[in-house]
């Protein structure tokens, strides 16, 4: 398998002290790994990191091996990122946002165009129908949904940019069970080979031990450093304790 | 599914299209006599007279500005507090259970606030003669009834849980009122009476270019006299006093609301207000301004009900008023669709940092003055008079909506930026789209606004109700005094009535107040 995203000797230095100690990652291409840790652990930092919205104070981070932070802004397309808070755009309706996920291709007249005439509205069906939403909700306001279709919408947008990584916030973070298995299906199944033909990785952190069989690898975080990175079926009671072991 | 859905994102955008018919007629209408002019205005500028008596005239001229600023904020905010507290329903209703009185008063200020502070002046000065109370009387007036209006919104657009409690647990009215609506009032206090300070300074700025006295008549005196080094040296010290008073009304009101007690931040508020109406005082004697001189009082010339239909039938009102409306709406399409468009465009650092500096400039120079320096290259028409009067609203706008922005959570930009998104494009929907609601109720407030000031610019124009109230105030046609001004104050009122139906509109019934609080808090 190829090498998408690799962190060499990344650190990073937060208000608090170190939010990322020295880690060293490789993520290759068809990946589903699942990201643990406790809160503080560092779990938010290594996605922003690894999307390039966090410039670490050491180390390097490579997109298909070259610098992240020489990456055109046009490549990071190639990174979805679905986030915690999903950064919506309340102000503006479903087609529209979903839309955004394709700014990085497109001009500023495509940008302003479609917030008189919400464009491609056909793309934007599509992956409404691929996160299991009713396409009659294209024209509704954000702020008009319920959580469950919010965060649909923001998988949507995700899917909309194409990214050959997904990168997954604690995207289960407040749902209920019968929603933590929607979306996890959903994430998962667009991961593998989404409707939309595309072969996809995914690194997503979560709290949710139980669910970690439906994933490749899974690794550990503890205080800002790797603690565990192995294949899912290694990981057991011993190894779920250390990884949330306190300080 | 009806595709078509712009956003308060592009309604903000869109009206800065008006530049172009405005620009379009502003170069054909150019002359070649003026370019010269035009550059030495701009060199002037690093090089102000420094002859003594110049800085001594302009420095002399400044302190009467700056006095008569104070004064007159001071005293419009007390009555402005008072009667904006007497104008709210809320009160009425505590008090004596039925709100009419309240609508009474509050329809009784609607007519002093229609009328903007030059026309006051202009009035007074027919009225009491060259009097330093003319200029201080045309600020106080209409600022009195600005501030009422809001403090009178926010007393009645406040969460009322709170009251209906404590008068249940029946407490006296008074102090149900002081108890729970007193507190909120605290940080509207520090923004608004702040931010009407500002106004206050370039409103007695204005009315010296009127010749009502100050640093005004030395700005006027050199631009009529083209010495252009002599103008700078005026204007500069006015932007040193902007910008000092825009960093102490900044931390005056970040270090108060640090304190998070609203009845201390009232407290210290009212009692900074009493320091500077006592300092102002004795600092216009100081500038041999004597308030205590008597006033020669005209009585105003009634006109007859046959002069004023004499004057109903000659004055061409659809002309007027339409004229005023044009000026109005191309004026607010420049000062509204301007800054986000710029902002948009040219979105880094360096941009806004650069962006930011044009709007202060803007904001500085007065809009008459903005518009004499237009007239030097263009001729008058109706595109100079809204340039120049949308040029100044562009530096408030800009201002404004940088703060909004700095205020804002950067998550949505940044969260455009690392899907791969442009510059541009992440600024647009990452930033300015939360902002635009916000904005685009702010710009229906200022539209209001910019239709009080069309009075400002309307010689510029040679058509419009303003420039047909000062010809007719100049030929003491007191019959068409009164009624373009009845009608100008109409027309305010309707306009400040659509302003508060968009402001509704775009920000909720529980947000009627300007956003000027939503912004500066």
Same mark, same amino acid.
């Given at each position: 398998?190829?090498?998408?995203?690799?962190?060499?000797?990344?650190?990073?230095?937060?208000?608090?002290?170190?939010?990322?100690?020295?880690?060293?990652?490789?993520?290759?291409?068809?990946?589903?790994?699942?990201?643990?840790?406790?809160?503080?652990? +560092?779990?938010?930092?290594?996605?922003? #990191?690894?999307?390039?919205?966090?410039?670490?104070?050491?180390?390097?981070?490579?997109?298909?091996?070259?610098?992240?932070?020489?990456?055109?802004?046009?490549?990071?397309?190639?990174?979805?990122?679905?986030?915690?808070?999903?950064?919506?755009?309340?102000?503006?309706?479903?087609?529209?946002?979903?839309?955004?996920?394709?700014?990085?291709?497109?001009?500023?007249?495509?940008?302003?165009?479609?917030?008189?005439?919400?464009?491609?509205?056909?793309?934007?069906?599509?992956?409404?129908?691929?996160?299991?939403?009713?396409?009659?909700?294209?024209?509704?306001?954000?702020?008009?949904?319920?959580?469950?279709?919010?965060?649909?919408?923001?998988?949507?947008?995700?899917?909309?940019?194409?990214?050959?990584?997904?990168?997954?916030?604690?995207?289960?973070?407040?749902?209920?069970?019968?929603?933590?298995?929607?979306?996890?299906?959903?994430?998962?199944?667009?991961?593998?080979?989404?409707?939309?033909?595309?072969?996809?990785?995914?690194?997503?952190?979560?709290?949710?031990?139980?669910?970690?069989?439906?994933?490749?690898?899974?690794?550990?975080?503890?205080?800002?450093?790797?603690?565990?990175?192995?294949?899912?079926?290694?990981?057991?009671?011993?190894?779920?304790?250390?990884?949330?072991?306190?300080? | 599914?009806?595709?078509?859905?712009?956003?308060?994102?592009?309604?903000?955008?869109?009206?800065?299209?008006?530049?172009?018919? #405005?620009?379009?007629?502003?170069?054909?209408?150019?002359?070649?006599?003026?370019?010269?002019?035009? #550059?030495?205005?701009?060199?002037?500028?690093?090089?102000?007279?420094?002859?003594?008596?110049?800085?001594?005239?302009?420095?002399?001229?400044?302190?009467?500005?700056?006095?008569?600023?104070?004064?007159?904020?001071?005293?419009?905010?007390?009555?402005?507090?008072?009667?904006?507290?007497?104008?709210?329903?809320?009160?009425?209703?505590?008090?004596?259970?039925?709100?009419?009185? &309240?609508?009474?008063?509050?329809?009784?200020?609607?007519?002093?606030?229609?009328?903007?502070?030059?026309?006051?002046?202009?009035?007074?000065?027919?009225?009491?003669?060259?009097?330093?109370?003319?200029?201080?009387?045309?600020?106080?007036?209409?600022?009195?009834?600005?501030?009422?209006?809001?403090?009178?919104?926010?007393?009645?657009?406040?969460?009322?849980?709170?009251?209906?409690?404590?008068?249940?647990?029946?407490?006296?009215?008074?102090?149900?009122?002081?108890?729970?609506?007193?507190?909120?009032?605290?940080?509207?206090?520090?923004?608004?009476?702040?931010?009407?300070?500002?106004?206050?300074?370039?409103?007695?700025?204005?009315?010296?270019?009127? +010749?009502?006295?100050?640093?005004?008549?030395?700005?006027?005196?050199?631009?009529?006299?083209?010495?252009?080094?002599?103008?700078?040296?005026?204007?500069?010290?006015?932007? +040193?006093?902007?910008?000092?008073?825009?960093?102490?009304?900044?931390?005056?009101?970040?270090?108060?609301?640090?304190?998070?007690?609203?009845?201390?931040?009232?407290?210290?508020?009212?009692?900074?207000?009493?320091?500077?109406?006592?300092?102002?005082?004795?600092?216009?004697?100081?500038?041999?301004?004597?308030?205590?001189?008597?006033?020669?009082?005209?009585?105003?010339?009634?006109?007859?009900?046959?002069?004023?239909?004499?004057?109903?039938?000659?004055?061409?009102?659809?002309?007027?008023?339409?004229?005023?409306?044009?000026?109005?709406?191309?004026?607010?399409?420049?000062?509204?669709?301007?800054?986000?468009?710029?902002?948009?465009?040219?979105?880094?650092?360096?941009?806004?940092?650069?962006?930011?500096?044009?709007?202060?400039?803007?904001?500085?120079?007065?809009?008459?003055?903005?518009?004499?320096?237009?007239?030097?290259?263009?001729?008058?028409?109706?595109?100079?008079?809204?340039?120049?009067?949308?040029?100044?609203?562009?530096?408030?706008?800009?201002?404004?909506?940088?703060?909004?922005?700095?205020?804002?959570?950067?998550?949505?930009?940044?969260?455009?930026?690392?899907?791969?998104?442009?510059?541009?494009?992440?600024?647009?929907?990452?930033?300015?789209?939360?902002?635009?609601?916000?904005?685009?109720?702010?710009?229906?407030?200022?539209?209001?606004?910019?239709?009080?000031?069309?009075?400002?610019?309307?010689?510029?124009?040679?058509?419009?109700?303003?420039?047909?109230?000062?010809?007719?105030? +100049?030929?003491?046609?007191?019959?068409?005094?009164?009624?373009?001004?009845?009608?100008? &104050?109409?027309?305010?009122?309707?306009?400040?009535?659509?302003?508060?139906?968009?402001?509704?509109?775009?920000?909720?019934?529980?947000?009627?107040?300007?956003?000027?609080?939503?912004?500066?808090?």
């Amino acid at each position: 398998m190829n090498a998408l995203l690799e962190l060499k000797g990344v650190r990073v230095h937060g208000p608090r002290g170190i939010r990322l100690n020295n880690i060293d990652l490789t993520i290759s291409s068809g990946e589903r790994i699942a990201l643990l840790g406790s809160n503080g652990a +560092g779990k938010s930092s290594l996605i922003a #990191v690894a999307n390039g919205s966090l410039t670490p104070n050491r180390g390097l981070v490579l997109w298909q091996g070259h610098s992240m932070q020489n990456l055109r802004q046009g490549k990071r397309q190639a990174i979805g990122t679905l986030w915690q808070d999903l950064r919506l755009i309340e102000e503006l309706n479903v087609a529209q946002n979903i839309n955004a996920g394709a700014l990085g291709s497109r001009n500023l007249l495509w940008a302003v165009a479609n917030l008189i005439y919400p464009l491609e509205i056909n793309a934007c069906k599509e992956c409404l129908q691929a996160v299991g939403l009713s396409t009659d909700l294209i024209s509704a306001p954000i702020g008009e949904l319920s959580g469950g279709q919010r965060q649909r919408v923001a998988l949507a947008r995700v899917l909309r940019q194409r990214p050959e990584l997904i990168l997954a916030d604690e995207p289960l973070f407040s749902l209920d069970p019968t929603l933590i298995e929607e979306v996890l299906n959903l994430l998962l199944a667009n991961a593998i080979i989404s409707p939309l033909a595309i072969h996809r990785t995914l690194l997503m952190s979560m709290h949710q031990p139980d669910l970690i069989h439906n994933f490749d690898r899974v690794i550990g975080l503890r205080s800002g450093s790797i603690v565990f990175d192995h294949p899912s079926n290694e990981l057991d009671a011993k190894a779920l304790a250390w990884i949330y072991r306190s300080e | 599914m009806n595709r078509l859905s712009p956003t308060p994102t592009i309604l903000s955008l869109l009206p800065a299209l008006a530049l172009i018919p #405005v620009i379009g007629v502003v170069v054909t209408n150019v002359h070649d006599g003026g370019r010269l002019l035009l #550059v030495e205005f701009v060199g002037a500028a690093l090089q102000p007279s420094l002859d003594p008596v110049v800085v001594q005239s302009a420095w002399h001229g400044l302190q009467i500005t700056v006095a008569t600023a104070l004064f007159s904020w001071a005293i419009s905010s007390f009555l402005g507090i008072l009667l904006g507290v007497a104008s709210a329903s809320v009160v009425w209703q505590t008090c004596v259970g039925q709100s009419w009185p &309240a609508i009474v008063i509050r329809r009784f200020l609607a007519i002093p606030r229609a009328i903007h502070e030059l026309l006051w002046g202009l009035l007074l000065l027919q009225i009491l003669g060259l009097s330093p109370w003319v200029a201080i009387l045309a600020i106080i007036i209409p600022y009195t009834a600005l501030v009422a209006r809001v403090v009178s919104d926010q007393l009645d657009t406040q969460d009322r849980r709170a009251l209906i409690a404590l008068q249940q647990s029946g407490s006296k009215p008074f102090p149900v009122l002081i108890t729970a609506l007193g507190p909120k009032m605290g940080p509207v206090l520090i923004s608004y009476i702040g931010y009407r300070l500002e106004c206050a300074l370039r409103g007695a700025t204005l009315l010296g270019v009127f +010749g009502m006295g100050g640093l005004g008549i030395d700005i006027q005196l050199a631009f009529r006299s083209l010495d252009f080094q002599e103008l700078w040296t005026p204007l500069w010290m006015l932007a +040193g006093v902007m910008f000092s008073l825009e960093q102490i009304l900044s931390w005056f009101r970040s270090h108060l609301r640090s304190s998070k007690n609203a009845i201390k931040q009232m407290i210290i508020t009212v009692a900074l207000m009493i320091i500077l109406t006592l300092i102002s005082v004795p600092w216009l004697n100081a500038v041999d301004i004597d308030l205590s001189e008597s006033v020669s009082w005209n009585a105003f010339p009634w006109p007859t009900v046959a002069e004023l239909k004499i004057a109903f039938n000659t004055l061409p009102w659809i002309q007027l008023v339409s004229s005023t409306i044009m000026v109005t709406l191309l004026a607010a399409g420049i000062a509204i669709g301007i800054p986000p468009m710029g902002m948009m465009l040219w979105p880094s650092r360096v941009g806004i940092g650069v962006q930011s500096y044009i709007w202060a400039l803007l904001r500085l120079i007065p809009t008459p003055i903005s518009a004499l320096l237009l007239l030097l290259f263009s001729q008058t028409s109706l595109a100079v008079a809204a340039l120049a009067l949308g040029a100044h609203n562009l530096g408030v706008m800009g201002r404004l909506l940088k703060e909004g922005l700095d205020e804002q959570s950067n998550s949505g930009w940044q969260a455009l930026r690392a899907s791969g998104s442009g510059t541009q494009t992440a600024w647009l929907y990452g930033c300015f789209s939360g902002q635009s609601p916000s904005y685009l109720a702010y710009a229906a407030y200022r539209t209001d606004v910019i239709l009080r000031e069309t009075v400002v610019v309307g010689w510029v124009g040679g058509t419009g109700l303003g420039w047909q109230l000062i010809e007719s105030l +100049g030929s003491f046609n007191w019959a068409q005094v009164a009624l373009l001004t009845i009608v100008f &104050a109409t027309l305010t009122l309707i306009g400040e009535t659509l302003s508060d139906q968009c402001r509704q509109h775009w920000l909720g019934p529980s947000k009627v107040r300007p956003m000027i609080l939503d912004l500066q808090s």
